[in-house]
């Protein structure tokens, strides 16, 4: 294994590490190719929509990033909005005007500094949105090993079609099993187990040659024996890729569609495309730093780059009838989990589904949908390892309770979501914390007077959060006692505060409490009251 330069991770070479990316690529293309259809039929758009999203997200916004591991195309969390503003437009190509216009506000955000959203996420949330997606995607892959494909690849959500949800999908689906899928899921299984903890360690070929790409040729293999309805193990054909298949170059192009821009002025549009931009640039930054912890150099993506490299990608990919484009975690983390170093496999990926498209659809069609969950399972697994629910735990409550809460969250209704509760639960143990630590009280002693004092020391900085555990402290302070408020190490003190403060002097003297201020300095419209 080449030794990586730490000291210039964020800037190696393209083809630095080809010998890493190159095979990642690979099995980046296969995950990313039934993703990108799957969304685009979830969206009500063409099949190929899906496929452009993913094209650009790999070539354009792949080569604009400053990302070295995320993979960007189609995101599911963007399926059900799509959906209806397809319907509420009027067309297809009015909708495409939106996306590059979403596109063009994205690139703004970026242009104006918005990124720094993203350092706002405590490692908690994001620990648990990786978590989360990791058990998201094994119990959305469970129905497709099994044989049972009703609801479409790529789907994040609790809730799905027919009134089904993720845990009712699992138990129909053994009810519906089909031998063929059960015994290549198998079958798969055991070569990414034999691959991943025997065969790598054993020879360097192993390496390069990953163990989802034979799973896909073991798949295709096998399903192809199936055809003949060997025991009856035939899969059907929504248990397979489903690429359109172009008979010559002419009938390739017609895949493209090309935006309408009459209407692009219209309220509806432009606010279809605020809205897209919004979630889009969200779900990226969440993505961004979820792949940033997972990355073994903890490189750091800049934010603002990223966005106007997503910006520029929604251009190109509605100009030519891609769906929207996000930064998306289950591509990113399978980059990373096989081996990816660079952004290279990004950028290849995005080839190798144009190349596809326009080559061997017809061959891409043969893969079993069974094959490409077994590898997703096992993403899925070290995404949401067991030994990570001990380290949270270790940790505390307060980083533990928002950690779950994301997780469950997440599996329970979906990605934006769950991320949202998260962080409400790690607002308030924030606030938690800083009202517990506004203050200390040092050792109270008496004076020669005989009272009781009382040193009341704050904080270096003070918000209004903290105005509620001063004004207990010093609500609770007996009669005919001295208090000292300390403001020696304070740098800021919220005008709350600082108004309570003024008036206890005021109030103290009700209850015989001598006051002593030190570095008080309340604005001069106080001192007059």
Sequence with gaps: MTPLNTTKSNHIGLFQYFNRDFPASIVVFFVALPLCLGIALASGAPLFSGVIAGIIGGVVVGLASGSQLGVSGPAAGLAVIVLAAISSLGSYEVFLSAVVLAGIFQFLLGQFKAGFIAYFIPTSVIKGMLTGIGLLIILKQIPHALGYDADFEGDEAFEEHGGHNTFSDILQSWDLLTPGAVLIAVISFAILILWDSVLTEKHRIFQILQGPIVVVL????????????????KLQADQIVRLPVASSLSDFASFFTYPDFSKIMQPMVIKTALVMAIIASLETLLCVEATDKLDPLKRVTPTNRELKAQGLGNIVSGMIGGLPITQVIVRSSANITFGAQSKLSAVLHGF???????TIASFLNMIP???????LIMVGYKL????????????GWEQFVPFIITIVAIVL?????????????????????????????????SNEEGRAVHHLVLAEEV????????LEVLENIPANSKVIIDCTHSKAIAYDVVEFIHDYQLHAKLKNIEVETI???????LLGH
Excluded: C, E
């Excluded at 293999?221 to 025991?231: K, P, R, T, V």
């Excluded at 800083?434 to 002693?445: A, D, E, F, G, Q």
């Excluded at 918000?463 to 555990?469: L, M, R, V, W, Y």
């Design 218 to 233: 073991v798949g295709i293999a096998l399903n192809w024996a199936f055809i003949h309805d060997w025991l009856q193990f």
């Design 352 to 358: 190798w589904l144009l190349l596809s498209a326009m």
């Design 369 to 375: 949908l069974a094959s490409l969950a077994a590898i």
């Design 384 to 395: 949401a390892k067991p030994s990570l629910f001990k380290q949270m735990y270790d940790l």
């Design 413 to 445: 209704t979906d990605l934006l979501t769950g991320i949202g509760l998260g962080l409400v639960a790690a607002v308030f143990y924030t606030l938690h914390h800083s009202y517990r630590n506004s203050h200390y009280v040092k050792k109270i002693h």
């Design 463 to 470: 918000s209004f959060f903290n105005k509620a555990s001063i």
């Design 519 to 525: 570095q008080f300095n309340p604005p001069k419209h």
